[in-house]
């Protein structure tokens, strides 16, 4: 669904079922729904809610899909959803983004005014702790992505922001490196391609220029960086490739070759003018990072456990202080009605200057009792005693 469809549905959604508070996120692999309600959630429910947002699916679809879902009830979801927005629960565990997916999806379902007090403060607690785990823990520090791993690469390699870089292949990989490039700054691309119509549409994207592959045998304007990842089963960077690009100069050049076999000739890639960086290897140190990221699994967790104890001491305070929310109003009814009638005849013999003084005195007490009020009714129930 688009947001213009959500904004129709999960407002139909609230309502039809009948909950308090509703908030919807959907992310590259997982749909995720947040339900605040006095009503039990198990699997019928959940077949009922599956069928109202995608009315196409028949009954076994729906079954098949309700009986998978997981469901998470009190403190396990608070849990849940704190994993999640710190990516332990994700595809590649340590990736920011999920963040920054759970803040769009509040922010959306709470001005559709889906959203209340509870996920407001669940968000709240949400981002709090995976901003305590992204800074306190190593989760994120190794970067998993090649995307990420060969920039570092061009990075250590001291490859400078004004440095020309030609692609050769415009498919997923290279489109992905190439907007984390964008991203950090480049900005001299080049792009061969098979289907010039598709190099055109990468190197649009990057305000660079689209060439024909067949063309790449002719280039002569030189390079920097090569990224090269195309389908061809045959290395297409042969070292009269190479030479051609190249020409008269003497720099030394990069090559990341991030194609399944090698596009890059053998003879190309041992060449001690060039800093070879392949698929292989930046793979194997993915594969590391990774475990690095694993292996402070447990150290996130237990800052999440943590953080779901203390979610259910704010949530009880917040409850306090929404139930005792009625008791300002009733000390100023009183107040006031002392004021216009039980005193009215004594208040009224006063001056001026005494009137001020007892409104300033009463309106004191009134401001302290409430603040006491409510402080001892958080001690009595937050630190009940035997």
Request: charge should be neutral; aromatic fraction near 8%; proline fraction near 2%.
């Amino acid at each position: 669904m688009n947001q213009e469809e959500q904004s129709t549905v999960l407002g139909a959604v609230k309502l039809n079922f009948g909950f308090n508070e509703f908030l919807f996120l959907s992310t590259c692999n997982r749909v995720e729904l947040f339900i605040s309600t006095p009503q039990e959630i198990n699997v019928v429910l959940v077949k009922e809610i599956i069928l109202f947002l995608n009315s196409r699916l028949n009954n076994i679809e729906a079954n098949t899909l309700s009986e998978s879902a997981e469901i998470y009830i009190g403190d396990e979801a608070v849990e849940h959803i704190l994993k999640v927005a710190s990516s332990l629960d994700s595809l590649v565990v340590g990736e920011r983004e999920i963040i920054t997916q759970v803040r769009k999806a509040y922010d959306f379902c709470n001005l559709l005014g889906l959203t209340g007090d509870f996920i407001r403060l669940l968000t709240k607690q949400t981002i709090e702790t995976a901003k305590d785990i992204y800074t306190n823990t190593d989760i994120a520090k190794n970067p998993v992505s090649v995307a990420s791993l060969a920039y570092r690469q061009l990075r250590e390699l001291g490859i400078k922001n004004d440095a020309r870089i030609l692609f050769v292949g415009s498919g997923e990989t290279n489109t992905i490196l190439a907007s984390y490039l964008q991203k950090h700054k480049f900005a001299n691309f080049k792009v061969f391609n098979r289907s010039l119509e598709n190099g055109e549409k990468l190197a649009k994207s990057l305000n660079g220029q689209a060439f024909d592959l067949k063309s790449l045998a002719a280039y002569k304007e030189g390079f920097d960086v090569l990224i090269v990842c195309t389908a061809s089963s045959k290395p297409l960077i042969t070292a009269e490739i190479f030479k051609q690009l190249n020409g008269a100069e003497t720099s030394k050049k990069v090559i990341i070759d991030l194609a399944i076999p090698a596009n890059v000739e053998e003879s190309v890639a041992k060449n001690k003018y060039i800093n070879y960086i392949d698929i292989t290897s930046l793979k194997a140190q993915a594969e590391a990072n990774l475990q690095l990221r694993k292996n402070e699994i447990d150290k996130c967790e237990q800052i999440i456990k943590n953080k779901t104890e203390q979610f259910k001491w704010l949530h009880k305070e917040r409850r306090i202080e929404l139930a005792f929310g009625e008791v300002p109003r009733q000390v100023k009814a009183i107040k006031d009605l002392a004021v216009n009638e039980v005193f009215a005849k004594e208040i009224n013999l006063l001056d001026s200057n005494s009137k001020e003084v007892l409104e300033k005195v009463l309106s004191y007490v009134e401001k302290k009792y409430n603040a006491v009020a409510i402080k001892t009714a958080k001690e009595v129930l937050l630190n009940p005693r035997d």
